[in-house]
């Protein structure tokens, strides 16, 4: 590979995430030799399952009979600041090693690429020369750990460059263009195995993106209305069973609803048919009515068979209704949103958006579990037997939200396997957590004991129950909103997900794929 005419082996793709093995059954058995840059640039894409924008990837290989197979991915975003680079770079080659000697199949060498659009006045090859001490931390980076880079391209503009070919003048100043997409022998290979690719990150994000349309304010005076009539009873022990039976029953309801709907195609096209499928009101009902952690649960059962998809695309709709001061309200949707996108099998979007409830509540310990347990690689299974036996528990009981229906969970390393951690959100005795005092521009956190999983009422201070610190008199509800105006208080009630630091969305986040 780093003589770029020839070939140090054959390079079998039996590792392309979110689809068969291209070596599997499915593929008879099949390799994808790669010989040349171009190939590997080609296959970058198909290693992912998207197309990586302004990024930094890692691809392991594994030494097989002379040849090399690739292994686990991991992709960072690249750090705005150069002086970050070093350290980013420590970071991935670091997660991508352990991670790989975790699984026992530590890497014998690496590929890598970076990957970024030109600035304006820039070209691609100003890309590839501004990137070129980053690829150099990179390599240095996997060499301090014994993995060498065999081979580092620069993918910018519709072209690639490689950083490490030895023969003076073998590769075009200007670049080679990168080929026709789906034109490859790989891009078969993959179409064969039932291997999508989608389009960018960005382009994923957007789905669950909150509203930036003349409709957000609609659905933010609706969730100011559904807020001064739902908190007070989500905190009232008497009532608070009560909403989480109507969340969960109108959940269900427009779960149905999206169910029947007629296909659309394309992804855009369908955000918009769901969109119109759920009223403001609705749609506000169910945000707050998920911020309690066993209505969450609860919702969390509808994972699985024909409920899965309805119930993902009811989730990615709710967290683009979480607008304005709301924001904070999309960790539960967004969190329900990655957990059936991994239990379904889809991992792409599984690490998306948990890392985006992540970002929206970076102490949401649920999201953080899941986004851990998902980047390692460990079975939904265990989750998914959990939530079958409580669903099926309340259904003999004829009862919703007698017990909580996970307990917060942790990965067992040692099985693989998540299991669970009832101590794990730091707090007492099955306790809650209250956010109040929200405002349209200001949101002040507080938290108490409440209510734990098993329903038997909130442990109280000094024998009363607790007013939310920061509440404010409540508005009538027929009150008009204005923007720029302080609204009634948008209280968030969130029981059972404690502290911590959380995990960091965004550009600095590591993701990493297991190997195959």
Known sequence: MTNHGETTGP???????????????????????????AELA????????????????????????????FGGRARLGIPASEEDWEAAARQLAKGLVTGGERRGARPEQMVAYVCQEPRPGESGRDVKVRLGPLVHSLRTACGNLDVPVVEALCISDGRFWSYVCPIVGCCPEEGTPMGLPGTSVLAA?????????RGTLRELRARML???????????????????????????????????????????????????????????????????????????????????????????AWMEGDEAGPALRLWRALARRCVGPYGEHAAAPLTLAGWVAWSTGDELEAREALAMALGADPDYLF????????????DPEAIRRCLR???????????????????????????????????AEGRGDGGAEQTSGVTSRRRRRTRSTE???????PARAEGGRRRPTGSRPQQSATAPSHPGRTRPSATRTRTGDGTGSGTQAGRGRRETEGDG
Not at 274 to 279: E, F, G, P, V
Not at 451 to 457: P, R, V
Request: aromatic share 2%; net charge negative; charged share 25%.
């Open 210 to 300: 909150p509203w930036e349309t003349s409709a957000a304010l609609e659905q933010e005076i609706a969730l100011d209305a559904a807020g001064m009539s739902l908190v007070p009873r989500i905190l009232d022990d008497a009532h608070r069973a009560a909403v989480a039976q109507e969340t969960l029953d109108l959940a269900e309801v427009i779960i149905r609803r999206f169910a029947a709907a007629p296909p659309v195609s394309g992804a855009h096209p369908a955000d918009l048919r769901d969109d119109a499928l759920l009223a403001h009101d609705e749609a506000a009902t169910l945000i707050l009515g998920l911020q309690d952690r066993t209505t969450r649960d609860q919702a969390a």
């Open 451 to 457: 209510a734990g999983a098993t329903g038997t009422g």
């Open 11 to 37: 390079f079998e793709n039996g590792d392309i995430t979110g689809g068969t093995p291209l070596d599997g059954p499915s593929a008879h058995d099949s390799q994808v030799t790669l010989r040349t840059p």
């Open 389 to 423: 036996a409580e669903r099926a528990g309340r259904a003999r009981e004829g009862v919703m939200g007698d017990t909580d229906a996970t307990s917060e969970t942790a990965p067992d390393r040692s099985s693989g396997t998540l299991t669970e951690a009832p101590g």
């Open 367 to 378: 999201a953080r579990l899941l986004h851990q347990a998902c980047n390692e690689g460990l």
């Open 42 to 69: 080609d296959a970058l894409p198909y290693l992912l399952g998207y197309r990586p924008e302004d990024s930094i990837v890692l691809v392991a290989l594994h030494d097989r009979d002379g040849g090399g197979r």
């Open 189 to 197: 290979a993959a179409t064969y195995a039932g291997i999508q690719v």
